[in-house]
């Protein structure tokens, strides 16, 4: 398996309150992805980089935020989560020099009460 | 724009009966596609992948798919199915990172499989 970890795993949250989950490799990829995951949609690109402070605008990317300091890691913000963001996100990684395949990560299930 | 459509929302079959799941896409380009596996509370698993060449691949747990261009379809397929084969299988689209396009992948609806013994 891919070396990708999520953090958390599992979080409950309130409505209107900050939220980041972490993506976490060393495979040292230069591209990595932020999905949602909901019934009925399959998974949703919101955000992805392809490298290191190098970042764009996926399908779904309204109120959420991206940042990547690093190669490694990888974190996505809800700045002021919403019911509509509850959902299963997961993070994916490609490369080192193209994008044939996607990896992915367990995934955080997110709950925004 | 980018689409996959998975007509078959639900499927149920016997275990050791043949399996074909349909997978459709929509796409401007040569296209890269993917079919994914996924067990209940798990991540995707890559099944198998096409990019070019020979139309029919081969993947993991004895599955296979066929592309065929002139009907934009990729579709999934097992002779002998089994017990644990019982997941959400995902067809995914998209293009080579190298240009514009960074790689993204257009997801499908996914399709459930049951596996009755």
């Known amino acids: 398996d891919a070396g990708i970890t999520q953090s958390p795993r599992h979080k409950v949250t309130e409505t209107g309150t900050p939220v980041t989950l972490r993506c976490h490799q060393t495979?040292?990829?230069?591209?990595m992805y932020w999905y949602r995951q909901d019934p009925g949609h399959g998974l949703r690109l919101i955000h992805y980089?392809?490298?290191?402070?190098?970042?764009d605008k996926g399908e779904v990317s309204d109120g959420y935020s991206v940042s990547r300091s690093k190669t490694e890691d990888f974190l996505l913000t809800l700045e002021s989560a919403t019911s509509s963001q509850t959902s299963v996100y997961f993070c994916?990684?490609?490369?080192?020099?193209?994008?044939?395949?996607?990896?992915f990560g367990p995934g955080t299930r997110l709950t925004v009460l | 724009a980018q689409s996959v459509t998975q007509p078959d929302i639900h499927i149920t079959v016997s275990e050791g009966a043949s399996l074909e799941l349909r997978c459709n896409y929509s796409?401007?380009?040569?296209?890269?596609l993917f079919w994914y596996v996924q067990s209940p509370g798990q991540g995707l698993q890559l099944l198998l992948k096409?990019?070019?060449?020979?139309?029919l691949v081969q993947g993991i747990k004895g599955f296979e798919a066929e592309f065929k261009r002139s009907q934009s379809s990729f579709n999934l397929r097992k002779p002998s199915v089994h017990w644990s084969d019982a997941a959400e299988y995902f067809c995914?689209?998209?293009?080579?990172?190298?240009?514009?396009?960074?790689?993204?992948?257009?997801f499908g609806q996914g399709t459930i499989l049951t596996v009755h013994p």
């Open positions: 980089s392809y490298g290191v402070k190098d970042t």
């Open positions: 994916a990684i490609a490369g080192p020099v193209s994008t044939d395949t996607q990896y």
């Open positions: 495979e040292n990829h230069r591209y």
């Open positions: 796409y401007g380009a040569t296209p890269y």
């Open positions: 995914a689209v998209g293009a080579r990172a190298g240009g514009t396009s960074y790689g993204k992948l257009t």
């Open positions: 096409y990019f070019s060449g020979d139309t």
